[in-house]
């Protein structure tokens, strides 16, 4: 748990990825660009002395990442968000499979979620039925610039979207988690425009709808979207990195989403291996409105909101006891590893260095 103006914060990062993009996987040249396009993210945001070689960064494999989110307690649990892109690798770049790998090790310490593409049919149908029985997958995470053949892309509002939005109700898989927002190459940027998530969220209000990257750079469309969707929330992925070396930028999004969303709507992610939990949680938590947004917003980023962003929303829609996994984390297998039991013991507080 981080410590914040003596207040402990529980925090869950709620995007992250266990992903493969060794050249031996990749099968197109989109897989090379991908990667190399989300390690120009990586370079461009992250402090120098934090950085990675690319070569681990193509694959850091289940131990490095459980060392990284929770070996010095930056992030008390993790959402995992599948990315499959089966186009560009062989085994896919992070599929709900590989994900499980780490997820059942620690349990207590993961949610996993699923995904579908439209573009499967009937077999995709059968495919998120087997996801929610072998893993009770409560979310999906999806992809709709993603190519398939000549396709390269799909939208969530069309007739066959609906039918797997129905499926998630009829399952019980109730957390819909969109990437929308950043483009990375070779994908196409309008595939990922947020305006589909207006008719999705409209006609199925039982569902939560996480539109992850808060729609960059499109936050003026996402905002007033969400702010007439009730069952629409914020992801913070990437735009969190901007508290690094974008201050007022984060600023301004913060800003935005809190005035138009409130503080109930928006959730810390990572987007790991983008970026570590490790150093991004302390940036976050640290940063501050200028005087001119506290003005024009009236808003704070004050220790009750900053609960709400970094743990007690996505509990909620996850239904996560976050007093329970308190007590659960006093012994568990990740404090027993990496020795945090005066952590959770009750003097639990910042990040170790």
């Given at each position: 748990?981080?410590?914040?103006?003596?207040?402990e914060?529980f925090?869950?990062?709620?995007?992250?990825?266990?992903?493969?993009?060794?050249t031996e996987?990749?099968?197109?040249?989109?897989?090379e660009q991908?990667?190399?396009c989300?390690?120009?993210?990586?370079?461009?945001?992250t402090?120098?002395?934090?950085?990675?070689?690319?070569?681990?960064?193509?694959?850091y494999?289940?131990?490095?990442?459980?060392?990284?989110?929770?070996?010095?307690?930056?992030?008390d649990?993790?959402?995992?968000?599948?990315?499959?892109?089966?186009?560009?690798?062989?085994?896919?770049?992070?599929?709900?499979?590989q994900?499980?790998?780490?997820?059942?090790?620690?349990?207590?310490?993961?949610?996993?979620?699923?995904?579908?593409?439209?573009?499967?049919?009937?077999e995709?149908?059968?495919?998120?039925?087997?996801?929610?029985?072998?893993?009770?997958?409560?979310?999906?995470?999806?992809y709709?610039?993603?190519?398939?053949g000549?396709s390269k892309?799909?939208?969530?509002?069309?007739?066959?979207?609906?039918?797997f939005?129905?499926?998630?109700?009829?399952?019980?898989?109730?957390?819909?988690?969109?990437h929308?927002?950043?483009?990375i190459r070779p994908?196409n940027r309008?595939?990922?425009?947020?305006?589909?998530i207006d008719?999705?969220a409209s006609?199925?209000?039982?569902?939560?709808f996480?539109v992850?990257?808060v729609?960059?750079p499109?936050?003026?469309?996402?905002?007033?979207?969400?702010?007439?969707?009730?069952n629409?929330?914020?992801?913070?992925a990437v735009?969190?990195?901007?508290?690094?070396?974008r201050?007022?930028k984060?600023?301004?999004i913060?800003?935005?989403?809190?005035?138009?969303l409130g503080?109930?709507r928006?959730?810390f992610g990572?987007d790991?291996?983008?970026w570590n939990p490790?150093?991004?949680?302390?940036?976050?938590?640290?940063?501050?409105l200028?005087?001119e947004?506290r003005?024009?917003?009236?808003?704070?980023?004050?220790?009750?909101?900053?609960?709400?962003?970094?743990?007690?929303?996505?509990?909620?829609?996850?239904?996560?006891d976050?007093e329970?996994k308190?007590?659960?984390?006093r012994?568990?297998?990740?404090?027993?590893?990496?020795?945090?039991?005066?952590?959770?013991?009750?003097?639990?507080?910042?990040a170790?260095?």
């Amino acid at each position: 748990m981080y410590e914040m103006a003596g207040e402990e914060i529980f925090v869950i990062d709620g995007h992250v990825h266990l992903w493969d993009a060794r050249t031996e996987n990749i099968t197109h040249e989109g897989g090379e660009q991908f990667i190399q396009c989300f390690y120009d993210y990586h370079t461009g945001f992250t402090p120098e002395e934090k950085q990675w070689d690319m070569e681990e960064y193509r694959h850091y494999g289940a131990d490095r990442m459980a060392t990284d989110l929770f070996g010095n307690a930056a992030a008390d649990m993790a959402i995992f968000q599948p990315t499959y892109l089966t186009e560009f690798y062989d085994e896919g770049f992070n599929t709900t499979e590989q994900n499980a790998e780490l997820a059942e090790e620690y349990p207590e310490r993961f949610v996993l979620n699923g995904s579908f593409d439209p573009r499967d049919g009937e077999e995709g149908l059968r495919y998120l039925e087997h996801l929610k029985e072998e893993y009770d997958i409560p979310g999906v995470k999806l992809y709709t610039a993603a190519w398939r053949g000549d396709s390269k892309g799909w939208r969530l509002d069309s007739d066959d979207a609906f039918e797997f939005l129905e499926k998630c109700a009829d399952l019980g898989i109730e957390n819909i988690n969109a990437h929308k927002g950043p483009t990375i190459r070779p994908l196409n940027r309008d595939a990922f425009d947020v305006k589909d998530i207006d008719d999705a969220a409209s006609s199925f209000p039982e569902l939560n709808f996480i539109v992850n990257h808060v729609g960059l750079p499109r936050l003026d469309d996402f905002c007033w979207i969400a702010a007439q969707e009730p069952n629409v929330y914020g992801g913070l992925a990437v735009a969190s990195a901007m508290s690094t070396n974008r201050k007022r930028k984060f600023g301004e999004i913060m800003g935005e989403l809190l005035y138009w969303l409130g503080e109930d709507r928006i959730l810390f992610g990572s987007d790991y291996a983008l970026w570590n939990p490790d150093w991004l949680v302390d940036q976050v938590m640290n940063a501050e409105l200028t005087d001119e947004q506290r003005d024009e917003y009236g808003v704070e980023l004050d220790v009750d909101t900053m609960k709400k962003v970094m743990g007690e929303n996505a509990a909620r829609l996850y239904d996560i006891d976050i007093e329970e996994k308190k007590r659960q984390f006093r012994d568990d297998a990740v404090t027993e590893r990496f020795d945090l039991a005066d952590h959770y013991g009750g003097d639990a507080g910042a990040a170790a260095d």
